[in-house]
């Protein structure tokens, strides 16, 4: 059982899919690991690091050569895995309704492409969890990168030359982003207050100490879906809270806009007219803008700046702490393999119900019900 760690290629990927702990830890089940050399610079890892812990580093094609399973941060290019074993696992964060000619070729290669994203959002696979473990520092990150453009202070501060105010900070769409990016902007000092469409969110706002800012008695308020994730609400939902943020937003010096509705584009939350009733020198970030943008007038990978409003569309955020989301990610990978690893079959085998869940590509065939339905 050979596995490949690949040096990530897509633009501002700073990432890796493994680090010297995961890798020590594949060799103790058995596993040979090839990492290809420069893999884990971007992310303070050097080559040294894994061969330490018991890897092989070298090119591209020594490293994918033979392997039965390729593992990656984002998805690499099919064209490109030439060598590998035939039906060889490509695990990665592949994208799959963004990128889905991609999924199309990995089946045409005869690959089987296993979309970590698309892991079931169960007890067990908590530790599996790619998106949770990368949301969470993105959540910490929004609130830096807010503190970093706003030309004034978080805390309140009583100097003897007068007192400093208080940030106010607005964090809207409260998962596991959000609530980091509460948690954060508390941490710091700032005044916080917090909106989502799920009613459950409200007690996990209070509990971190920031203020719900919801709309009440309107029909369709639960806005939870399956597996706990949000559903697009009712025209009089999305009215009422138009308004309720309107006349809330004009007092909000930061905002952080976190909402996702799986499978489709994000949800508008912030108007221009919006943005022109807040102060100079506010901040909005935007941690949607890739897919869609909470914020209109949001650019991915820019900063731009509106009515004197700095609206920050980074792209790619957990990139931006790499050290740490690397290490995260690299554990979520180890997590599920080590969990079916049949050790008389010296190989991982997945069980229907999170196999099903992220398999895309089986037998030369798109076999995922989420791609075909
Ligand atoms: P997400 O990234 O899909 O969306 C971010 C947030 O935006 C969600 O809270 C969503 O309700 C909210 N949102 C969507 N539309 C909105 C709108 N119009 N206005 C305001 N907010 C809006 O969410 P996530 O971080 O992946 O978390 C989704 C849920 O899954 C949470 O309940 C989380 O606790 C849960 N979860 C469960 C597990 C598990 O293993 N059991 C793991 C991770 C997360």
């Known amino acids: 059982m050979k596995i490949a760690v690949l040096k990530e290629v897509a633009a501002g990927e700073r990432r890796v899919a493994a680090t010297p702990e995961t890798v020590k830890k594949f060799v103790a089940l058995g596993a040979e690991v090839a990492v290809e050399a420069g893999a884990g610079a971007t992310a303070s890892i050097d080559d040294a690091g894994y061969a330490a812990a018991g890897a092989t580093v070298g090119d591209r094609g020594a490293v994918l050569g033979g392997a039965d399973i390729v593992l990656g941060v984002q998805g690499p290019d099919p064209a490109t895995l030439a060598g590998v074993a035939p039906g060889a696992w490509v695990v990665a964060g592949l994208n799959p309704f963004g990128e889905r000619a991609r999924v199309d070729a990995y089946a045409a290669a005869g690959l089987e492409a296993l979309a970590m994203e698309f892991m079931p959002r169960i007890t067990r696979a908590q530790s599996m969890d790619i998106l949770s473990s990368q949301s969470n520092l993105s959540g910490y990150k929004a609130v830096l990168d807010a503190a970093a453009e706003y030309g004034r202070a978080f805390p309140m501060m009583m100097t003897a ?74 025209e009089e939902y999305q009215k009422a809270q138009a308004e309720l943020v309107s006349s809330h937003i004009a007092k909000q010096d930061i905002v952080i806009t976190t909402a996702l509705i799986p499978g489709r584009a994000a949800p508008r939350l912030i108007s221009d007219a919006q943005i022109a009733t807040m102060k100079p020198g506010s901040v909005i970030v935007d941690l949607a803008v890739e897919q869609g943008g909470n914020v209109e007038g949001a650019v991915a990978g820019e900063i731009v700046e509106r009515h004197g409003v700095r609206i920050v569309g980074h792209r790619n955020v957990p990139s931006r702490l790499a050290a740490d989301t690397s290490a995260l990610f690299s554990r979520n990978l180890y997590n599920f393999l080590s969990a079916f690893w049949d050790k008389d079959a010296g190989k991982p085998v997945l069980d229907e119900e999170i196999g099903d869940a992220i398999r895309l590509t089986q037998g030369g065939k798109v076999v995922n019900a989420r791609l075909l339905g």
Do not use: C, H, W
């Open 161 to 234: 030359a007068g007192t400093v105010s208080a940030a106010k900070v607005f964090v809207m769409g409260v998962g596991v982003a959000g609530l980091q990016a509460i948690a954060t902007a508390r941490r710091l000092g700032a005044q916080v207050s917090a909106t989502d469409v799920r009613a459950a969110t409200k007690e996990q706002i209070q509990s971190l100490g920031a203020k719900p800012i919801f709309v009440e008695n309107v029909a369709g308020i639960e806005g939870e879906g399956s597996g706990g994730y949000a559903t697009e609400m009712s």
